[in-house]
T-cell receptor, first 115, second 112 residues
């Protein structure tokens, strides 16, 4: 089926505004991840959902960041009162966690620019 | 510092040459994965090597893992211009479940 999709692909917002980023994982994948990548840098883990378990929010940089996953499928990452340092590419990945296989499938990302 | 760190940070080679990049990590792992990223967007999984494996091949890719040195290498043989990308290693740390920790990446430029 289709891969991981993210929307929007690009988002320009003014400092102080809220933004919502969406991720549609691969159907049937129980695990979903959000990462942030600043220009020329590696990936920074933000949050991890696994099935019905409580999400691992240990990577969220501040309380302005939150995420939810409805019905075990679509996820939304919300950034409130955006700051210029929030500018980055936000990547979503999903995986089908079964024995010995932890490959993650990434979406194309949302490039967020805060002006 | 990061769990996974790649070396070198950047690599420039001629088409047909081999490209080798290394990854070092700090804590015990379940597995180590290599990903490729084109143009700063989504990552593509290349290969996964488990902690009890020492070498793995996939097409023109060869990955080694030395758990005693906590290091891995990715070799791309007979490189092509299309191999130009950033390459990241990611470790699946036992204590952190299935959460991957990515290194800073190696930017590879293959000149035609």
């Amino acid at each position: 089926g289709a891969g991981v999709s993210q929307s929007p692909s690009n988002k320009v917002t003014e400092k102080g505004k809220d933004v919502e980023l969406r991720c549609d994982p691969i159907s049937g994948h129980t695990a979903l991840y959000w990462y942030r990548q600043s220009l020329g840098q590696g990936l920074e883990f933000l949050i991890y959902f696994q099935g019905n378990s409580a999400p691992d929010k240990s990577g969220l940089p501040s309380d302005r960041f939150s995420a939810e996953r409805t019905g075990g499928s679509v996820s939304t990452l919300t950034i409130q009162r955006t700051q210029q340092e929030d500018s980055a590419v936000y990547l979503c990945a999903s995986s089908s966690r079964h024995a010995h296989s932890y490959e993650q499938y990434f979406g194309p990302g949302t490039r967020l620019t805060v002006t | 510092s990061q769990q996974g760190e790649e070396d070198p940070q950047a690599l420039s080679i001629q088409e047909g040459e081999n490209a080798t990049m290394n990854c070092s990590y700090k804590t015990s792992i379940n597995n180590l994965q290599w990903y490729r990223q084109n143009s700063g967007r989504g990552l593509v999984h290349l290969i996964l090597i488990r902690s009890n494996e020492r070498e793995k091949h996939s097409g023109r890719l060869r990955v080694t893992l030395d758990t005693s040195k906590k290091s891995s290498s990715l070799l791309i043989t007979a490189s092509r211009a299309a191999d130009t990308a950033s390459y990241f290693c990611a470790t699946d740390v036992r204590a952190a479940g299935n959460k991957l920790t990515f290194g800073g990446g190696t930017r590879v430029l293959v000149k035609p």
